[in-house]
């Protein structure tokens, strides 16, 4: 998964492959400020994890969250469960803005317009 990432991403731009606490090191509140950094996560609860730990990030785009066993469809493409919708509203609770885009391009949709 680690070398699709790389090969995936535009030239020039440098992928790095973390763990969360890494993450949590590298990006977290006594990490140097960067201008501009793009972070891929598998799941809204390592959103979480990450946010808790101390990377705060004012916005996040989920996207090819598919379906599963306890997920239901809230946008296209995209599955939750309940667990994971409420992981999403907590951070919104704490100032995240969550839109929803299944691919780049579409128009973004926000997350507390459809589930509330």
């Known amino acids: 998964m680690q070398e699709v990432l790389r090969l995936a ?11 969360i606490q890494e ?9 140097p400020q960067r201008d501009r950094t793009m972070v891929l996560l598998r799941s809204p609860r ?14 996040l785009n989920v996207g ?3 379906a599963g066993p ?6 296209k493409n995209i599955s939750m469960s309940d667990e994971e919708k409420e992981i999403l509203k907590s951070l919104v609770r704490d ?3 969550i839109t929803l885009q299944t691919v780049p391009g579409e128009q973004c949709v926000d997350f507390s317009s459809l589930v509330k």
């Open 9 to 19: 991403a535009p030239p020039g731009i440098t992928v790095d492959v973390r763990s």
């Open 23 to 31: 993450g949590i090191a590298t990006l977290g509140e006594e990490a």
């Open 46 to 59: 390592a959103a979480r994890q990450l946010f808790d730990g101390g990377v705060r990030f004012t916005h």
């Open 64 to 66: 090819g969250l598919g």
């Open 70 to 75: 306890g997920r239901k469809l809230v946008f």
């Open 95 to 97: 100032g995240v803005r």
